[in-house]
C-alpha cells in the first residue's frame, strides 16, 4: 500500500473547509489546514484527534509559513480569502493584500516545491453583469466589486504561471448553499431560510437579480474529482461550476415553499426592497458536464431542508446576533477592519 497524497486546504477551516476536510480524511488523504481560525476550532472537534489531519493556524500573507506548508504537497486546493463583497468592501487594503497581493508568492511557492495540482476557488461573479442568456466560460469578464475583481486577477496570474509549466485548474463557482459544520448565513439561499425560519418573514432586495446556486455537497464532491481527473482533462482549465440559476425573487418563493412545510403557526411573508446590488448572471455548466461528467445532484430545496433540519434541532444558536455566521460581523467583532 502507497503512502497517502497529502492535500493543503488554505481557508480549511471556512464554510467549504467544514465540509470537505472530513471527505477528504475520509477518501484517505493526509489533509493539512492552514487557516487563521477567525471563526473559532470548534468546527474540527468531531474529527479530531485525527492522525492524517495536520493544522497549521497561519495568516496566508505569511509566505515563509506558506513555503514550509506546500513542501511534499500533492495538491494544493486554494480557499483563503475575504470572501463576499459587503466583507471585501470592509477595508479594501487588507482585502487587496490577502486577496491578491500575497497570490503570486504562493504560486511561486507551490512552483518550487513542485506542487502537482493547484485548484483555484474562483467566482462565477466575475462575470458581473450579463444579460446573457447563458454565460459560458469564454464571457468577458466584467467584474464590479472588488473582490470579484481579485479573483479575475488571480485567474490572469495562474495564467502566466502556466506558461512555464505550472498545472492548475480553476473553478469558477455559483453561491454555495446548505449546512456546514462552520455555518453562513450570509449566503442568499441560507440568510432567506434563516428570516422565513426565525422571523416568518424574508426580504428580498430587488427580486430581478439572476444568481446561479451550488449546494455545498456538490462543490466539495467537486473538489475531490479534481484531485483524481488526469492532468489532460483538467490542467490549465477554467470550469463554470453551478446548478439553479434563479432570479431572487424565485428563491425566496421556494425558500418559503420548504420552510412552510415545518411551520403551522404563521405565514411566511415576502417583502421586496430596493436595492444597489446590480449583479446578475446566469452560468452555463456544460463544458464541466461534457469534460468531466460532473452533475450536481442537490438543490435549493435540499439546502433549505437541511438548514430546517439544524434549526429544530438546535445545531444553530442564535442565528440572528451571533458573529459566527457572518463573515463581515466577525471581522468588525475581532478587530480585523
Known sequence: MGAKKTILVTGGAGYVGGILIPKLLNADYAVRVFDRYIYGKQVFDGIRPNESLTEIEGDIRDLDLVGDAVKGCDAVIHLACISNDPSADLDPALTKSINLDCFPGMVKACKSAKVPRFIFASSSSVYG??????VREDHDRIPVTDYNRYKASCEDILADEAKDGFGYVSIRPATVCGYSPRLRLDLSVNVLTTHAVVNNKITVFGGTQYRPNLHIQDMTDLYLQLLEEPDERVADKIFNAGYQNM????IAKRVKSVV??????NEIEIITTPTDDIRSYRINCDKIEQELGFVPKHSIE????????????????DPMTSSAYVNIKRMQEIGMV
Open 247 to 250: 432570479q431572487m425573487m424565485d
Open 302 to 317: 435540499n439546502a433549505v431542508e437541511e438548514l430546517c433540519a439544524a434549526f429544530s434541532s438546535g445545531m444553530i444558536p
Open 260 to 265: 412552510g412545510q415545518h411551520k403551522s403557526d
Open 129 to 134: 453583469i450579463s444579460d446573457a442568456p447563458q
